[in-house]
């Protein structure tokens, strides 16, 4: 069974600073994602990695397959990004969660 | 659809009653999964249906649990004579084949109280 740690489990900044999740698992793996969780509870998917680094607006996501270790970074926060961050990893059989990482942007 | 639909939203429901989720997933995606999050705690797997193959359902807590997919349509997920620990927000997610770029598209969930 993969374990999957997140860092840091909480998270205050301040508007506009640069913020970095990072998520380590301990078995091999197909893909990687990253999901956002609201507030309210819905859940959107962020990024799916299997190898590099992706870009979505001020976010961007890297993953390190040999070193099984991921990174979730954004750019000139927001307080629209306060929510809870999580990492997730496996395949077409179903994933594996981390504990989130529940990120606060004060204004 | 353009999403994962899941009824109800809410449900309130008293101890020993059997409750049934559905899951509408997007349409053509052959991948559908159960998940749960109970309160405080992070997202727990379920059950997953893949295509009309066997589903694996080594995610159920108890033989309370069941799930059944209609091919790649709806799922429906049964709590038989719910407990107070069955309490939880139970998610459903879809995505495409295999080997495809897509990701998970997540349903917004059923808040699930046993009373």
């Known amino acids: 069974k993969n374990e999957v740690e997140q860092s840091p489990q909480n998270l205050t900044a301040q508007e506009g600073e640069f913020i970095t999740i990072n998520c380590s698992y301990s078995?091999?793996?197909?893909?990687l994602h990253w999901l956002q969780q609201h507030p309210g509870g819905g859940i959107v998917s962020l990024f799916m990695?299997?190898?590099g680094k992706k870009k979505h607006g001020r976010l961007i996501a890297t993953i390190n397959i040999q070193e099984k270790h991921s990174s979730l970074h954004i750019t000139a926060s927001h307080p629209r990004d306060s929510a809870v961050y999580i990492c997730?990893?496996?395949?077409?059989?179903?994933?594996?969660f981390g504990k989130g990482t529940h990120l606060i942007i004060q204004p | 659809g353009a999403g994962v639909s899941q009824s109800p939203s809410n449900k309130v429901t008293e101890k020993g009653k059997d409750v049934e989720l559905r899951c509408d997933p997007i349409?053509?995606?052959?991948?559908l999964y159960w998940y749960r999050q109970r309160l405080g705690q992070g997202l727990e797997f379920l059950i997953y249906?893949?295509?009309?193959?066997?589903?694996?359902k080594s995610g159920l807590p108890s033989d309370r649990f069941s799930a059944e997919r209609t091919g790649e349509s709806v799922s429906t997920l049964t709590i038989q004579r719910t407990q107070q620990e069955d309490s939880a927000v139970y998610l459903c997610?879809?995505?495409?084949?295999?080997?495809?770029?897509?990701?998970?598209?997540f349903g917004s969930g059923t808040r699930l109280t046993v009373v």
């Open positions: 997610a879809s995505s495409g084949n295999v080997g495809t770029d897509n990701g998970y598209t």
């Open positions: 078995v091999g793996i197909s893909a």
């Open positions: 990695l299997s190898s």
């Open positions: 997730a990893v496996g395949g077409a059989d179903g994933l594996t």
């Open positions: 349409s053509g995606h052959t991948a």
């Open positions: 249906f893949q295509g009309n193959s066997a589903p694996d």
